[in-house]
């Protein structure tokens, strides 16, 4: 599984996930990523805002229509995996 290094803008923090699956909905990029590689762990829907040259901008899905939709898409790509939305 590739491991992937996020840059937190202001802090300059870098912060690691694990790239579960990607998916284009309506010319949106979207990725499922995950703490940890192995077992439970919490997921992360992000969506690429921008993208120029070798960087690319992601935001974390935050609105409750779009990540319930996009959830569901990815529930469906990865079949032996379950996902719970949590508020």
């Not at 992000?46 to 040259?53: D, H, M, P, R, T």
């Amino acid at each position: 599984m590739e491991k992937i290094n996020f840059t937190v803008p202001g802090t300059q923090e870098t912060l690691a996930f694990f790239c579960l699956e990607q998916t284009q909905i309506n010319n949106q990029n979207y990725l499922l990523v995950t703490e940890d590689e192995d077992g439970d762990s919490d997921a992360y829907i992000l969506k690429e805002i921008a993208s120029e040259g070798e960087e690319t901008v992601y935001v974390m899905v935050e609105e409750d229509a779009e990540l319930q939709a996009i959830g569901k898409v990815f529930a469906e790509l990865i079949e032996d995996v379950d996902l719970e939305y949590k508020e």
